[in-house]
C-alpha cells in the first residue's frame, strides 16, 4: 500500500507560468535539506528542471515512484511517496505548480489539507 499525491493540468502551463514555476522549483530545490535525486533515485544525481519538465525522485531507499510535472497537459498524474522524506518536497512542487497555473487540480490520500486547500 502506498501513499499518493495527484495531479491534473488539463490545460498545461503558459510560457510565463512555466519560467514562474521553473523559479518556484530551483527555490525549493536550492532549500530543501531532503536528499533529491533523478528520476531512478540514483546516488549521486540530480532532479531534472528544464523547458518541459520537473522530474524528481527521493534517494536510494528513500525513493518510490518519480515525480513529473510537464509544461504539456497532463489529464492524470501521480507520485506514491510512501511518506519517504522527499514527501515533503513533492508537496511543495505540487503547491508550486498549481500557484501559478490555478486551473491544476491537485488531491492526496491525505486528504485536501495537505495542500492546504
Not at 519560467?19 to 530545490?29: E, G, P, S
Not at 525522485?57 to 510537464?70: A, K, R, Y
Not at 518536497?89 to 505540487?94: L, Q
Request: with cysteine; proline share 5%.
Amino acid at each position: 500500500m502506498g501513499y499518493t499525491h495527484y495531479f491534473r493540468n488539463p490545460k498545461g502551463f503558459t510560457d510565463k507560468q512555466w519560467n514562474d514555476f521553473i523559479l518556484k522549483v530551483k527555490d525549493i530545490f536550492a532549500k530543501t535539506d531532503v536528499p533529491l535525486a533523478n528520476s531512478y533515485g540514483e546516488k549521486g544525481t540530480k532532479p531534472t528542471v528544464d523547458h518541459l519538465s520537473v522530474r524528481f525522485n527521493g534517494v536510494g531507499e528513500d525513493s518510490c515512484e518519480t515525480c513529473v510535472v510537464l509544461k504539456t497537459p497532463q489529464r492524470f498524474e501521480f507520485t506514491k511517496t510512501r511518506h519517504h522524506p522527499y514527501d515533503k518536497v513533492v508537496v511543495a512542487v505540487y503547491k508550486a505548480a498549481r500557484e501559478v497555473n490555478p486551473s491544476i487540480e491537485l488531491s492526496s490520500d491525505g486528504g485536501n489539507e495537505v495542500f492546504g486547500s
